[in-house]
């Protein structure tokens, strides 16, 4: 980013540093007690007891290295105060407890803004405009530093996916500057903070592989397989194990590995969270109520053998379907394997640098989303983030982007469902949305319109089902007797774009064709 540019930059991430102050008096979620009891539970006992301490029901089950992180903001927050550090003190939440883990927040994310800044640097700026708002850097920098998603989960909802996405954001700058040893570092630092991100590790894998340790590639753009550089090979592999020796080896030692194992991958939640991320499973769910409620209206169905709610009591928990064959962890493993299996063999046969990372790495994250076991609806993040990056270079990427973004975005807005926010994520959505699809049109102003006439339609039919879920619903007598609706139809109407986002970027990569100079790279 040249010098005259630092400016704007600065003063993007002091505006947006600036807003996150304003939302600490704001609601927050249970994540907010998790986190205090993650620091009282790190700061008091000894290690041996971190993943065996079972007093809140908010157990530690993120992987050690966000341990050793909530261990070190322990000892500030004991100048805040020491009661918050306390174990046995369930949903304690003063005045200071709050301020400090809000600041908290707000400081890490740091790291965030310095990632963003790395990937502007990476923008390929071929498109020049005098003015600045006009800049890829620029409108990049908007998209992820005033990201919409990231600002409610985290500074509304509570969480640090900030600095996590930052350490992302890091490794794939580092992997575009061909700085392959330090992002493979980064990347694998930030597996052992938070295990979501197995998810991408695929992209991750193959593309160190097809692009560091091979070295060379034939005039058709084929694997040199003679380039293979077993040195390569070694450093990267020696950079996973110090990693996870620093990471896991003290439980290791401990003999306590399937202790921490068990609690990072808690199979018996059930295929789906609370509130139904909007995915395949959610549509599956939905399919299967509806065929249930088709079968008793004709009596194919015992209705006394139907248990109650068993998927809308919003609960987290197994549960059978009526009608569908249920489904187990194996079974979503297998289909999440297949839906990534096509992006990561694109990525081997049909190398295109690091738009190739980015478009593997989003379809990895997006088939993860669609088809894992107990996915949050916060992971779609995980999607929108690096897409951020593709949706700058291409008409046809923006256009995936603002459907999965606006898509994406107002899935999550159940999580805040208490009245105070209502206008605050309604204004913060509705003008970063309105700036992503500004931008982008005016990015791409000379190619043809990023949407056709059926996505704007399925995006505006967006509000009237906001206007029904906030505020006619509540008015209604359904409200008493069936409270999941409203969270039901924003799932499966969510679902439907994000499916579709998803399909249409597989067919986009799929269909790709490779041009003589990217076969020569």
């Known amino acids: 980013m040249a010098a005259g540019g630092r400016g704007w930059f600065r003063a993007l991430a002091l505006g947006v540093s600036f807003l996150k102050c304003l939302l600490i008096p704001a609601y927050y979620s249970t994540d907010f007690e998790v986190h205090r009891n993650w620091l009282a539970i790190t700061h008091n006992l000894p290690l041996s007891q971190w993943y065996y301490e079972a007093t809140s029901e908010w157990t530690l089950d993120y992987p050690p290295f966000f341990a050793w992180f909530e261990y070190a903001l322990s000892h500030i927050a004991k100048y805040f ?73 985290d500074h509304i909802h509570f969480q640090y996916n900030g600095f996590l996405f930052g350490l992302m954001l890091l490794s794939v700058a580092r992997l575009c500057q061909k700085r392959y040893l330090e992002g493979a570092l980064l990347f694998a630092v930030l597996l052992h903070f938070k295990h979501i991100y197995m998810y991408v590790a695929p992209a991750y894998g193959i593309y160190l592989l097809r692009s560091y340790c091979f070295t060379a ?90 248990p109650k709610a068993s998927m809308t009591g919003g609960l987290v928990q197994e549960f059978q379907h009526t009608v569908l064959p249920s489904v187990t962890p194996l079974a979503t493993l297998i289909c999440t394997f297949i839906a990534i299996l096509p992006s990561v063999f694109c990525l081997w046969f049909k190398p295109q640098g690091p738009r190739g990372f980015l478009q593997c790495l989003v379809l990895c994250a997006l088939s993860s989303f669609m088809f894992g076991w107990h996915v949050h609806e916060k992971a779609i993040l995980l ?110 109407y969510c679902a439907l774009g994000i499916t579709y986002a998803w399909l249409k970027l597989y067919v986009s990569v799929l269909t790709e064709r490779i041009s003589v100079r990217q076969k020569a790279e």
């Open 217 to 306: 590639n034939n005039a058709d753009g084929s694997l040199k397989w003679r380039s293979f550089s077993f040195l390569h090979v070694t450093l990267l592999g020696l950079i996973v194990c110090l990693v996870s020796a620093l990471s896991l080896g003290p439980f290791l030692v401990l003999g306590q590995l399937p202790q921490v194992i068990s609690r990072l991958f808690p199979f018996k939640r059930g295929l789906c969270h609370a509130y139904w991320a909007p995915n395949f499973w959610a549509l599956y769910n939905a399919m299967d109520k509806a065929l249930t409620v088709l079968g008793l209206k004709c009596n194919f169905l015992d209705g006394t053998k139907i």
């Open 383 to 492: 999607a929108i983030l690096p897409l951020s990056l593709l949706s700058i270079q291409r008409a046809k990427d923006a256009g995936i982007y603002l459907i999965l973004a606006t898509t994406g975005h107002f899935s999550l807005f159940p999580l805040l469902f208490t009245p105070p926010e209502l206008p605050i994520k309604i204004l913060l959505m509705l003008l970063f949305t309105v700036y992503s699809f500004s931008s982008l049109k005016s990015l791409f102003r000379r190619e043809k319109p990023l949407l056709n006439w059926l996505e704007t339609i399925y995006l505006i039919q967006l509000v009237p089902l906001e206007i029904f879920c906030e505020i006619i619903f509540p008015w209604t007598p359904w409200k008493r007797h069936f409270p999941f609706v409203p969270l039901l139809l924003t799932s499966v």
């Open 81 to 153: 105060d020491p009661q918050m550090l306390v174990v046995e003190n369930l949903n304690y939440t003063s005045r200071a407890t709050v301020f400090f883990q809000r600041l908290s927040v707000i400081f890490t994310d740091t790291l965030f803004i310095y990632a963003v800044h790395e990937c502007c640097r990476c923008v390929n700026g071929k498109r020049a405009a005098k003015d600045i708002l006009e800049k890829p850097a620029f409108i990049l920098a908007v998209l992820l530093l005033w990201n919409f998603g990231l600002l409610i989960v």
